[in-house]
């Protein structure tokens, strides 16, 4: 398993499973050769827990090499609900602004919320931070619901290009109904808040499809020794796959003998974490296991 | 000179007025489809990107008042819908 030919790590598997505990191990095994970030996306952010040291919302340092990174995604949603709220207020008369506001407010609560508040901010780590750190790992992977989303990216694209194709047409008939001096049709495309909105969005859902199975990302799935367990990672990884996620790396976490998954997965490369006495806890401690990557 | 300008005035009143109306009229109609996809719960169909399209909300804002009457009798706004689109 060569993992150094890949930039972006992402780690599936049950609650409680070792994900975070792997990949900030992965991360720090990462950082003795390349500027290395851990992103977590976990609402219980169990990274600061693991380092022993307050990770904050900004990549904070952790070694030489590695710093780690806390992204608390209630507060991105509050964020991006409160600048729509503001525009909002810019754009709507004021009799009709509350009714909108509370259309507004029922988005923080709307299904599947949160799981888009994560694509925003996978997005976001990926768009500002993936040039100043040679390899990123993210220690929450998103759901399945996610998965599902972003897996058909040719239903969403198209569903965006019949929504683009409807604003021009809109903006078309609005500019031919003016009879004053005209700007191109290109022009007003480039200035409508709903064009460059939609052109946003397709660009952020390629990207994430590309971000999820490109061939520089590496995706993992954690198992326990457990025959329930193996049972549940084993769904998942025909989960992602169906998805036409390819899952490259299976990591058998407290495991003594690997053997189960190399029989159930006879290809894929497996990484075995035997079992510690002490929870690995601590900078010190990882570093104690990080011979368990070769 | 004064009776050219109402020549013109006449003809704008009589012709422009009433075709940029009807554009008008198309534009409105398609912002009113952009509420039916952002605000689709309101119709019983759920919306899995209603958290991201909400963005768009504000700006189709104007058509909301409206938009609701059209909903209020649903069989019509949907058999409207068909026709336009066709049967799925």
């Not at chain 1, 060569?2 to 191990?25: D, Q, V």
């Not at chain 2, 009433?18 to 759920?46: C, H, M, V, W, Y």
């Not at chain 2, 058509?63 to 059209?70: A, C, F, L, M, T």
Request: with cysteine; hydrophobic share 40%; aromatic share 10%.
């Amino acid at each position: 398993m060569e993992i150094y030919r890949y930039r972006f790590f992402f780690f599936s598997g049950k609650g409680g499973a070792g994900k975070t505990t792997f990949s900030t191990l992965l991360a720090l095994k990462l950082s003795e050769k390349f500027k290395t970030l851990v992103v977590s996306l976990d609402p219980a952010h169990s990274l600061s827990y693991i380092l022993g040291k307050k990770i904050g919302e900004k990549p904070t340092k952790v070694t030489e090499n590695l710093y780690a990174l806390e992204v608390d995604i209630e507060g991105e949603m509050k964020n991006y609900l409160r600048k729509v709220k503001e525009e909002a207020k810019k754009v709507v008369s004021p009799l009709l602004l509350s009714e909108i506001e509370e259309q507004i407010e029922l988005a923080y609560y709307s299904p599947g919320a949160f799981e888009l508040a994560m694509i925003d901010v996978l997005f976001k780590v990926k768009e500002s931070l993936s040039k100043e750190f040679k390899k990123v790992v993210f220690d929450t992977a998103p759901s399945g619901y996610t998965l599902r989303l972003v897996a058909l990216p040719e239903l969403l694209i198209n569903w965006l290009d019949r929504l683009l194709s409807m604003r021009r047409e809109a903006l078309r008939y609005q500019r031919l109904s003016q009879l004053k001096e005209k700007k191109s049709l290109e022009e007003i495309l480039s200035e409508d808040p709903v064009y460059r909105a939609l052109t946003r969005r397709k660009k952020q859902y390629s990207s994430l499809r590309e971000l999820l199975t490109g061939k520089d990302t590496l995706f993992g799935v954690v198992f326990n020794p457990q025959v329930l367990p193996i049972e549940v990672g084993k769904k998942t990884v025909e989960e992602l796959e169906s998805l036409g996620i390819p899952v490259k790396l299976l990591i058998a976490n407290r495991f003594s003998d690997p053997s189960p998954l190399n029989s159930l997965f006879p290809d894929k490369a497996v990484i075995q974490v035997p079992p510690q006495e002490e929870e690995p806890v601590g900078i010190e401690k990882l570093k104690c296991l990080l011979h368990v990557i070769p | 000179m004064e009776f050219l300008e109402f020549l013109k005035l006449f003809f704008k009143g009589a012709v422009v007025d009433a075709s940029t109306e009807k554009l008008e009229f198309k534009a409105s109609l398609i912002n009113d489809q952009f509420l039916t996809i952002i605000l689709s719960d309101r119709l019983g169909i759920p919306n899995p990107l209603y958290y991201h399209t909400v963005e768009l909300l504000p700006y189709f804002a104007e058509n909301i008042s409206r938009w609701e009457r059209e909903i209020a009798d649903r069989e019509r706004f949907f058999s409207k819908l068909a026709g336009e689109f066709g049967e799925p």
